[in-house]
């Protein structure tokens, strides 16, 4: 079956399937917005690796981003080699092999909690690391417990009770990140409970870290609010170095996971077989759960013809809400997941044996350049 790709360059036949297609177009735009919360609120703004590590992108994000921020040391050295410029880490806990690589990584290094400090506080003095540790804002945000760092019962930072008569020396800044895909509302509250629990350690600091979770570059977010917040906390404190560090936001709205439908069976629903798997290659949408939108279709009933989507693998549960289309879906028809660029490449797995997606970058000038395609060899070598 052949397709119009003239509106729709996702649909350009060159584009394997499934593939991860990233728009350098919107990637730029994205951090041209972060460049500019930079320069008019004297901010810095890392990338979380977490979030979005498609290294092939690096060059861009350099020119725009003050470096990187990892949770494991592999992530580290990802960040230090592609990006270079400052590289944070933060990890729950650091085991002492973690640390002789990180002090030859980072620049800037954060502790979940002061046992942890305490154990390694002499390694990192006597380098050129500087030292901070994780607080809990003890402050709620996000919509979603399982991505909430401040829910009851929470293994992420310090409380305000156990900083009490703790010994600070050597630390240099706070680490606190509570949002997940908030808005700079959130932001200035988080900004003021943390104020009122912890402004008293602020003058022996030299930076503090306000995380990630700011969805800046969403639409309708309050940019114009975020720099306000973000200047009027740093003339309050001028002394210290603000950080931010967005995953989502860097890569939000930039790109789709390209499949096509391979079969379509029918028990109770409509079902269209894709040739990628939801819990392998967007485990999100399960986990969350969420509904990713899908490129010319609408809800259930909304047009003429509903189908749920299924994905390749045995699992039951391998499956996707429904969708209706104004035409019947065609064995061969290419599918568009939107959005599928943060926290989602980041989180595939070779489960069942389902073919990969490849990687790619839709140019600015409208080529594609496939940049990975998965192998058998990749599937072997990831197993034993």
Same mark, same amino acid.
């Given at each position: 079956?052949?397709?119009?790709?003239?509106?729709?360059?996702?649909?350009n036949?060159v584009?394997?399937?499934?593939?991860?297609?990233c728009?350098?177009?919107?990637?730029?735009?994205n951090?041209?917005l972060?460049?500019r919360?930079?320069?008019?609120?004297?901010v810095?703004?890392?990338?979380?690796?977490k979030g979005?590590?498609m290294?092939?992108?690096?060059?861009?994000? !350099?020119?725009?981003?003050?470096?990187?921020?990892?949770s494991?040391?592999?992530?580290a050295?990802?960040g230090?080699?592609?990006?270079?410029?400052?590289?944070?880490?933060f990890s729950?806990?650091?085991k002492?092999?973690?640390?002789?690589?990180?002090?030859?990584?980072?620049d800037?290094?954060?502790?979940n909690s002061l046992?942890q400090?305490?154990?390694? !506080?002499?390694q990192i003095?006597?380098?050129?690391?500087s030292?901070?540790?994780?607080?809990?804002?003890?402050?709620?945000?996000?919509?979603?417990?399982?991505?909430?760092?401040?829910a009851p019962?929470s293994?992420?930072?310090i409380?305000?009770?156990?900083?009490?008569?703790?010994?600070l020396?050597?630390?240099?800044?706070?680490?606190?990140?509570?949002?997940?895909?908030c808005?700079?509302?959130?932001?200035?509250?988080?900004?003021?409970a943390?104020?009122?629990?912890?402004s008293?350690?602020?003058?022996?600091?030299?930076?503090?870290?306000?995380?990630?979770?700011h969805?800046?570059?969403?639409?309708?977010?309050?940019?114009?609010?975020?720099i306000?917040?973000?200047?009027?906390?740093?003339?309050r404190?001028?002394?210290l170095n603000?950080i931010?560090e967005?995953?989502?936001?860097?890569?939000?709205?930039?790109?789709?996971?390209?499949?096509?439908?391979?079969?379509?069976?029918?028990?109770?629903?409509?079902?269209?077989?894709v040739d990628?798997?939801?819990?392998?290659h967007m485990?999100?949408?399960l986990?969350?759960?969420?509904r990713?939108?899908?490129?010319?279709?609408? !809800?259930?009933?909304?047009?003429a013809?509903?189908?749920?989507f299924?994905g390749?693998?045995c699992?039951?549960?391998?499956?996707?809400d429904?969708?209706?289309?104004?035409?019947?879906?065609?064995?061969?028809?290419?599918?568009?997941?939107?959005?599928m660029?943060?926290y989602?490449?980041?989180?595939?797995?070779?489960?069942?044996?389902?073919?990969?997606?490849?990687i790619g970058?839709?140019?600015?000038?409208?080529?594609?350049?496939?940049?990975?395609?998965?192998?058998?060899e990749?599937?072997?070598n990831?197993?034993?």
């Amino acid at each position: 079956m052949t397709f119009d790709t003239t509106l729709d360059p996702m649909l350009n036949p060159v584009i394997p399937s499934p593939c991860y297609v990233c728009e350098e177009a919107k990637l730029e735009a994205n951090l041209q917005l972060m460049q500019r919360v930079q320069e008019e609120s004297g901010v810095e703004i890392i990338l979380a690796l977490k979030g979005f590590s498609m290294w092939s992108t690096f060059d861009l994000v !350099k020119k725009y981003l003050q470096g990187s921020t990892a949770s494991a040391v592999w992530e580290a050295r990802l960040g230090k080699e592609t990006i270079g410029k400052q590289v944070h880490a933060f990890s729950p806990a650091f085991k002492p092999g973690d640390i002789d690589q990180l002090v030859d990584l980072v620049d800037h290094i954060s502790f979940n909690s002061l046992g942890q400090w305490q154990r390694y !506080k002499q390694q990192i003095l006597a380098s050129d690391v500087s030292p901070g540790i994780r607080l809990n804002a003890e402050h709620r945000e996000a919509d979603t417990e399982l991505y909430d760092p401040s829910a009851p019962g929470s293994r992420f930072g310090i409380l305000a009770k156990d900083l009490i008569g703790a010994d600070l020396t050597g630390i240099e800044g706070f680490h606190i990140h509570n949002l997940c895909e908030c808005d700079s509302f959130a932001t200035e509250r988080t900004i003021l409970a943390v104020e009122k629990k912890f402004s008293q350690y602020f003058d022996q600091l030299k930076w503090i870290n306000f995380g990630g979770g700011h969805l800046m570059t969403k639409k309708g977010y309050d940019v114009e609010h975020l720099i306000t917040t973000l200047k009027a906390f740093k003339t309050r404190y001028p002394h210290l170095n603000v950080i931010l560090e967005p995953g989502s936001a860097v890569a939000w709205q930039t790109g789709a996971l390209i499949c096509e439908v391979i079969d379509i069976v029918e028990n109770r629903d409509k079902i269209a077989i894709v040739d990628m798997s939801a819990t392998a290659h967007m485990p999100d949408v399960l986990e969350m759960p969420y509904r990713p939108e899908v490129r010319g279709a609408g !809800k259930a009933g909304d047009l003429a013809f509903t189908y749920r989507f299924g994905g390749n693998s045995c699992l039951t549960g391998d499956a996707i809400d429904l969708y209706s289309f104004d035409h019947e879906l065609q064995i061969g028809e290419r599918i568009i997941f939107e959005d599928m660029i943060h926290y989602t490449m980041v989180k595939t797995t070779f489960f069942n044996g389902v073919e990969h997606p490849a990687i790619g970058i839709l140019r600015k000038d409208g080529s594609f350049d496939l940049i990975r395609q998965f192998t058998y060899e990749d599937f072997k070598n990831k197993l034993s």
